[in-house]
Nanobody, 127 residues
């Protein structure tokens, strides 16, 4: 069973930075896709960042230029560097994964493409 454990959330002031980590284990295939999602209070969970079928990082428009997704394959760890944070970035951030090939950018940030989810880590941006 794939397990995902996020860490790195917390309270940060507007314009500050945080780096989230997601430790993954249990993959039985060398082919898998990963992503970061977030859910703000009262809103649906939305895709934030992932990799497309060409392994190119892709981002939701709301975080482009501010967030950076990366991964350390040797350590099975996914990262999300978040800079220039604002109040709209507040929410629970989830790591998501699925075994199988990466998909094109239209699908890579859709919830239905992921089977496994972490427990989430809270990010709160205060003014």
């Amino acid at each position: 069973e794939v397990q995902l454990v996020e860490s790195g959330g917390g309270l940060v002031q507007t314009a500050g930075s945080l780096r989230l980590s997601c430790a993954a284990s249990g993959f039985t295939s060398s082919s898998y896709r990963v992503a970061w999602f977030r859910q703000a209070p009262g809103k649906e969970r939305e895709g934030v960042a992932s990799f497309d079928a060409y392994n190119t990082p892709i981002y939701a428009d709301s975080v482009k230029g501010r967030f950076t997704i990366s991964q350390d394959n040797a350590k099975n760890t996914l990262f999300l560097q978040m800079n220039s944070l604002n109040s709209e970035d507040t929410g629970i951030y989830y790591c998501a994964a699925a075994e199988g090939p990466k998909v094109n950018m239209f699908w890579a940030l859709r919830r239905e493409m992921y089977k496994y989810w972490g427990q989430g880590t809270q990010v709160t941006v205060s003014s």
